[in-house]
């Protein structure tokens, strides 16, 4: 590659999980730090990041796709310096640079903390790989957080031990990690300062996190939400991902008692037959799964849920898949994400006899939708009449309108003056859709009461 100058603009696409998603802020986080600004919309960057993900489909291929467009009929001084960072970039890294000459940068997801010093080089006509994995390393190096959204992201824990058959993330993102406590308050208070009100506590087995806390006392989740909880400023607390394995008595009690904890869980089942979890590798059953929903709702009974499923896995017969769609019926999900099996390279699903039709898998995910969709339209129904506190995160599409969320992570639209995002605003839920409601902020004199 030849020499070039440095970047004046950058975009940062990310195309995964909310981690992916917090990792991209944390890398456009740095590259501000070096004084070089987001691209305005519609405008071409000097340097694009290309965030991946591997989780489905031919992620690959997306990036190889992205990479033409950006580069298309352009000598090397017009297109952008291209970095390919993320899940993809730590999968498929070498053949990416073999592959695409115009990207200068794969960095993986324990290595973005480098992209600054592969810039430099990338400036000076070297091409660098690094998908290392040392050890959280990357946090200590990353930029303090000056400026957030009123919801914002605090990775704890990163990693996955599971092993879930048809899964790349252990390969992608390595071992399970905590992150330190102390680190991990500090980062929350200074979020708050910079306009957080909600944090959610990200991991790929958050609910595996463990520290030591300030007391010398070694903590799992549910301690570090319970000092989140005290940090002033902050209003409400979530987590995401859990695992079934790692759901105690604690996690569960804090649901019931801390109040700045919100009423929303999200926890991936996947199937509902056992012999397809076993296949999985699930280490759990349909039936330890719904007790351990059973004792959530005990603790905090208007608990809203929250899963994943595939459908298709190899060998899912007919039947096995009619439990899936019997364990929602059962369950009755506020919301889920839904998706069908896609064979990653290396993992052991990928070679399993029975791979299913793709039509069949088509057919499967349709009807499971259909029963998701309607569960989720009648949560929203049943919340009609309810006041609660909505976090407003952006202004709406029309003139006046806000839009924010509710504690049970519903979208909340509605009209009203004086309002800032970031603000707290009590609402009554007035008209329920499929993906979101409408409400009715209590009038600005109630407001004034209630502060009294
Ligand atoms: N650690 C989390 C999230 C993993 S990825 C967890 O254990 O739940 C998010 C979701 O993607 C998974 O829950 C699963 O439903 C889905 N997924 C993962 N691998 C997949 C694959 N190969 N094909 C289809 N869906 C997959
Ligand atoms: Fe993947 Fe399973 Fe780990 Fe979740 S628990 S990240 S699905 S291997
Ligand atoms: Fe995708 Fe990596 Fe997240 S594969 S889902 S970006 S952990």
Redesign the pocket.
């Known amino acids: 590659m030849k020499p070039t100058t440095a970047p004046r603009t950058y975009r940062v696409k990310s195309f995964g999980?909310q981690m992916n998603v917090y990792d991209g802020e944390r890398m456009a986080e740095m590259l501000g730090a070096r004084g070089i600004v987001p691209a305005a919309e519609g405008e071409d960057a000097d340097l694009v990041v290309l965030n991946t993900c591997h989780?489905?489909e031919k992620a690959a291929e997306k990036v190889y796709s992205d990479i033409g467009r950006l580069t298309k009929g352009k000598t090397q001084d017009k297109a952008p310096i291209i970095a390919v960072a993320g899940c993809v970039a730590q999968a498929e890294g070498e053949e990416i640079m073999a592959r695409a000459p115009a990207v200068s940068m794969v960095v993986g997801p324990q290595a973005y903390h480098r992209l600054p010093e592969m810039l430099d080089k990338a400036v000076a006509g070297e091409r660098s790989t690094d998908t290392d994995m040392p050890a959280i390393a990357k946090f200590a190096a990353l930029p303090e957080r000056r400026r957030t959204n009123p919801a914002s992201f605090l990775t704890v824990q990163e990693g996955?031990d599971?092993f879930?058959t048809?899964?790349?993330?252990p390969y992608t993102r390595g071992a399970e990690i905590s992150r330190p406590y102390s680190d991990l308050v500090t980062e929350a208070r200074k979020l708050v300062e910079a306009g957080a009100k909600e944090i959610t506590l990200l991991g790929?087995?958050v609910s595996a996190w463990s520290g030591e806390n300030d007391r010398g006392h070694k903590v799992g989740l549910a301690g570090l939400i319970r000092d989140l909880a005290q940090v002033d400023g902050l209003a409400r607390i979530r987590y995401t991902?859990s695992?079934p394995a790692d759901m105690d008595e604690e996690i569960i009690a804090a649901h019931g008692e801390v109040e700045k904890l919100m009423p929303f869980l999200h926890l991936?089942v996947?199937a509902g037959n056992d012999r397809v979890l076993k296949a999985m590798n699930r280490s759990h059953t349909v039936e330890s799964y719904l007790r351990l929903l059973e004792r959530f709702r005990e603790a905090r009974p208007d608990l809203a849920l929250s899963g994943?499923?595939?459908v298709g896995f190899p060998g899912e017969t007919e039947a096995e898949f009619e439990d899936t769609l019997k364990l929602v019926d059962e369950v009755r999900y506020a919301q889920a994400?839904s998706?069908?099996?896609?064979?990653?390279p290396g993992?052991p699903a990928a070679s399993m006899d029975g791979q299913v039709a793709a039509e069949v898998m088509k057919d499967r995910l349709a009807r499971l939708q259909d029963r998701l969709n309607r569960d989720q339209h009648a949560f929203n129904t049943a919340s009609v009449g309810k006041t609660c506190e909505v976090l407003v995160e952006r202004k709406g599409k029309l003139p006046g309108q806000w839009l924010g969320k509710s504690p049970w992570l519903q979208s909340v639209f509605f009209e009203g003056e004086d309002i800032a995002i970031g603000d707290l605003v009590q609402a009554t839920l007035a008209d329920a859709g499929p993906n979101s409601l409408r409400g009715e902020p209590v009038s600005a004199h109630e407001r004034r009461y209630e502060n009294a």
């Open positions: 999980c989780i489905r996955c599971k879930c048809y899964c790349v993330v790929q087995n991902t695992h991936p996947q994943d499923f595939i994400f998706f069908k099996y896609s064979p990653r993992t």
